[in-house]
């Protein structure tokens, strides 16, 4: 998407952007944002694996989706290849453009929710990209 950007003349433009990434490694929201500056309209549709996020923040946290049925399980095509978890949680940070994530994942483990119930707060902080 960086390569896009350079190579498009969109600055001033009424901008629809649909992304259906498989999975989540490539989202950044630092792209949408500078989408934004761009453009005085940006209406952006995104295909967000909730579930892939939740999965490797969990991964990050070292924790286990237990309550979560298995066959729900969508695996990235890549899987990650961070080897220090505190690059992961960066890249993860990027994608969401927030630590929110971090907050809602120490409630999961903490069992204040359950993987349903964080998953569905993950979709929504990334909807709505809640900020610290």
């Not at 005085?40 to 070292?62: D, K, Q, T, W, Y």
């Not at 066959?71 to 960066?90: G, H, Q, T």
């Not at 969401?96 to 994942?105: A, E, F, H, L, Y």
Request: proline share 4%.
């Amino acid at each position: 998407m960086p390569t896009i950007l350079s190579e498009l003349n969109i600055e001033g433009s009424n901008l629809f952007l649909y992304v259906d990434p498989f999975g989540i490694k490539h989202l950044d929201m630092l792209l949408f944002d500078r989408l934004i500056e761009l453009c005085p309209s940006v209406e952006i549709l995104v295909n967000f694996n909730s579930f892939g996020f939740l999965r490797e923040a969990c991964r990050v946290c070292g924790l286990d989706l237990s309550d979560v049925p298995a066959e729900e399980d969508l695996i990235e095509r890549v899987p990650w290849d961070f080897k220090e978890k505190s690059e992961a949680a960066k890249r993860l940070d990027r994608v969401m453009g927030t630590q929110v994530w971090r907050d809602i994942t120490k409630s999961y483990k903490a069992k204040e929710i359950d993987g349903y119930k964080v998953e569905c707060c993950i979709a929504c902080c990334y909807a709505e990209r809640q900020s610290a």
